[in-house]
């Protein structure tokens, strides 16, 4: 799979995720005839996640999505990440369930008997800006089988910007 297909697929998981917080706030404003304010929009969901991953199981050549943010509870995850996720988390206020890369990879394991994490090629974005991210420190530990392309994306373009 060519690096630039995921990350374009990626980028419009990205946009879609804009879109929806979009709709969300409209939705309100057509209901109470005002803009929502910062808390209500918590609220509703109408602010987009901060992050948004895309797994490809290449073996199933198949693509799934998900946006970093709620953390489902770490029982409902795939035994895969369920075991691998670091405890305690080692990112201070985060959670490794909160992740958008795992939600995505609980996805693709969930949809294949016998899917391993080392099938999984995964690009994480920025919702906002769109720009390739490097995992956590829990993601590190718990997706260290899969190969993440906007890692070294991110690294080189954080080299790019040192040189200039
Ligand atoms: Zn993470």
New binding site residues.
């Given amino acids: 799979m060519d690096r630039e297909i995921l990350l374009e697929k990626v980028r419009e998981a990205a946009k879609a995720e804009k879109q929806r917080a979009i709709d969300e706030c409209e939705k309100f404003e057509r209901q109470y005839g005002r803009k929502p304010s910062k808390k209500e929009k918590n609220k509703i969901n109408g602010l987009p996640a901060r992050?948004t991953s895309l797994v490809f199981d290449k073996k199933a050549d198949k693509f799934y999505t998900a946006t970093?943010g709620r953390a489902p509870s770490r029982e409902s995850f795939n035994s895969l990440l369920k075991e691998r996720m670091p405890n305690p988390s080692l990112?201070s206020g985060?959670d490794?369930e909160?992740?958008?890369?795992?939600q995505a990879a609980d996805k693709a394991l969930n949809c294949r008997d016998n899917a391993r994490i080392s099938d999984l090629i995964i690009a994480t974005v920025l919702t906002g800006d769109e720009t390739p991210q490097v995992?956590?420190?829990?993601?590190?530990v718990?997706l260290r089988e899969a190969l993440v392309i906007t890692d070294e994306m991110a690294e080189q373009e954080m080299k790019n910007v040192q040189i200039q």
């Fill in positions: 992050m970093s990112e985060r490794p909160s992740c958008a890369e795992v995992r956590c420190e829990n993601c590190k718990t």
